[in-house]
């Protein structure tokens, strides 16, 4: 993700426009697709084309089209940043029940059982380890930490190891209040917090494994291709040459939205518009040792964010 401070000057915010990878391939499709409207339009020139094409009665017809692609447009892109939204909010509410249940812990917890605190602690950072990467593609042992070799093989067996880590929360509390270490009404504290962490894996799994429909994406990319391949035809015969740059501009313009709403409708990869996932994995790793007073080893995320200045 590229990670910024709105600076307030129009200009200074847009000179990092080609940090964006969707921002680079737009202006090579622009690009290209001008170098075959220059071409056309010379073409048009030299055959003199518009005493043949009378194609006046399009403008009207392609101003319209212009209208509805543009409607088709604002409601992909919303429904894009919906999605990006609705995960961020549901990393929002991780964020909040993780810091819960290690406060409730801190406070249930024995204060001499430094034990039963870091455990605790070790568990709810590597469920959101665990679950930044199940949404990518798979997890990776090497991203948990402070993993036992006991841990490490039961892990490596888990088809879906963020569940498997909420059962040992969720064990790690019954064998406490077992020991007489938590009272049952410590137990109602943590349900909540423990279920939530489930219900919010719930929540992104939805948006990872429900696409935008084939049928609508691939319908309005073929509009955009078809819209950009006629459009030449009804501007250069009367604009010639000065038509190119109008023509260039729509397709940015249309053909922009598009390529921004691919790439933010799966907001939990690493692409450069996602979601933070792994600093915000990390930091809840940091506060839930600090607040059950566990020591473990530091480690950076490992991130491929750029920062703005």
Same mark, same amino acid.
């Given at each position: 993700? #590229? *990670?910024?401070?709105?600076?307030?000057?129009?200009?200074?915010?847009?000179?990092?426009?080609?940090?964006?990878?969707? &921002?680079?391939?737009?202006?090579?499709?622009?690009?290209?697709?001008?170098?075959?409207?220059?071409?056309?339009?010379?073409?048009?020139?030299?055959?003199? !084309?518009?005493?043949?094409?009378?194609?006046?009665?399009?403008?009207? &017809?392609?101003?319209?089209?212009?209208?509805?692609?543009? #409607?088709?447009?604002?409601?992909?892109?919303?429904?894009?940043?919906?999605?990006?939204? %609705?995960? /961020?909010?549901?990393?929002?509410?991780?964020?909040?029940?993780?810091?819960?249940?290690? *406060?409730?812990?801190?406070? =249930?917890?024995?204060?001499?059982?430094?034990?039963?605190?870091?455990?605790?602690?070790?568990?709810?950072?590597?469920? @959101?380890?665990?679950?930044?990467?199940?949404? /990518?593609?798979?997890?990776?042992? +090497?991203?948990? &930490? +402070?993993?036992?070799?006991?841990?490490?093989?039961?892990?490596?067996?888990?088809?879906?190891?963020?569940?498997?880590?909420?059962?040992?929360?969720?064990?790690?509390?019954?064998?406490?209040?077992?020991?007489? +270490?938590?009272? +049952?009404?410590?137990?109602?504290?943590?349900? $909540?917090?423990?279920?939530?962490?489930?219900?919010?894996?719930?929540? @992104?799994?939805?948006?990872?494994?429900? $696409? #935008?429909?084939?049928?609508?994406?691939?319908?309005?990319?073929?509009?955009?291709? =078809?819209?950009?391949?006629?459009?030449?035809?009804? *501007?250069?015969?009367?604009?010639?040459? !000065?038509?190119? $740059?109008?023509?260039?501009?729509?397709?940015?313009?249309?053909?922009?939205? %598009?390529?921004?709403?691919?790439?933010?409708?799966?907001?939990?990869?690493?692409? @450069?518009?996602?979601?933070?996932?792994?600093?915000?994995?990390?930091?809840?790793?940091?506060?839930?040792? %600090? #607040?059950?007073?566990?020591?473990? %080893?530091?480690?950076?995320?490992?991130?491929?964010?750029?920062?703005?200045?």
């Amino acid at each position: 993700m #590229i *990670i910024y401070k709105p600076s307030g000057s129009f200009f200074r915010d847009i000179r990092h426009f080609n940090r964006t990878v969707v &921002i680079r391939r737009l202006l090579s499709y622009v690009f290209f697709y001008g170098l075959a409207v220059a071409a056309l339009a010379a073409l048009f020139l030299w055959a003199d !084309w518009s005493k043949y094409l009378k194609l006046d009665g399009l403008s009207s &017809i392609f101003s319209f089209l212009g209208v509805v692609l543009s #409607i088709l447009l604002v409601f992909r892109t919303n429904t894009a940043y919906d999605r990006w939204w %609705e995960g /961020r909010k549901q990393w929002g509410a991780l964020v909040n029940h993780s810091r819960n249940l290690a *406060i409730v812990g801190q406070v =249930c917890f024995p204060e001499e059982n430094k034990a039963l605190r870091h455990r605790l602690a070790l568990l709810i950072s590597n469920f @959101c380890l665990a679950f930044k990467e199940h949404l /990518r593609e798979g997890v990776r042992l +090497e991203e948990l &930490i +402070e993993l036992s070799a006991r841990d490490r093989q039961l892990y490596a067996a888990q088809q879906h190891l963020p569940a498997y880590i909420s059962a040992q929360i969720q064990q790690l509390l019954v064998q406490a209040y077992r020991r007489g +270490e938590i009272r +049952e009404l410590d137990q109602l504290n943590f349900k $909540p917090h423990t279920q939530a962490l489930l219900d919010v894996l719930g929540a @992104c799994e939805r948006i990872k494994k429900t $696409p #935008i429909p084939f049928s609508y994406e691939i319908f309005l990319r073929l509009f955009i291709v =078809c819209y950009a391949l006629i459009l030449p035809f009804v *501007i250069l015969p009367s604009f010639g040459f !000065w038509g190119l $740059p109008v023509l260039m501009l729509i397709l940015f313009a249309f053909l922009g939205l %598009e390529l921004m709403a691919a790439e933010i409708q799966d907001p939990f990869g690493q692409d @450069c518009n996602d979601l933070p996932t792994g600093d915000i994995a990390h930091t809840i790793r940091k506060n839930v040792f %600090e #607040i059950l007073e566990a020591k473990h %080893e530091e480690g950076a995320p490992a991130s491929n964010y750029s920062k703005l200045s």
